[in-house]
């Protein structure tokens, strides 16, 4: 089993800057995956960033540009650096982590943290 635990959200106003952290127990396998996810009110969970075991990356279309997403493959903790944040980036934000190519749908990550709450202001 693997347990997730993050850190790091709280309140900014609009143009502000947040580092959420995600600690992970164990990694699921030697090939794997772990990312971000959020789910506002009202609305379906979707992906945020991802990277794999190999160091390939994704990044979700709304944030390119402003999210970035890093692992510290040794503290096998996960980061989510975010800037230039917009109202519409409030949600609560989840850690996610899954077997190799796991990460593409919500639906196939097994692993999930309970997630930190991001509120931007405006």
């Known amino acids: 089993q693997v347990q997730l635990v993050e850190s790091g959200g709280g309140s900014v106003q609009t143009g502000g800057s947040l580092k959420l952290s995600c600690t992970a127990s164990k990694y699921p396998d030697s090939k794997f995956c772990m990312g971000w996810f959020r789910q506002a009110p009202g609305k379906e969970r979707e992906g945020v960033a991802t990277r794999n075991w190999a160091g390939r990356t994704t990044v979700a279309e709304s944030v390119k540009g402003r999210f970035t997403i890093v692992l510290d493959f040794a503290k096998q903790t996960l980061y989510l650096l975010m800037n230039s944040l917009k109202p519409e980036d409030t949600a609560m934000y989840y850690c996610?982590?899954?077997?190799?190519?796991?990460?593409?749908?919500?639906?196939?990550?097994?692993?999930w943290g309970r997630g930190t709450q991001v509120t931007v202001s405006s």
């Open positions: 996610a982590a899954a077997y190799e190519g796991g990460c593409s749908t919500v639906g196939s990550v097994p692993y």
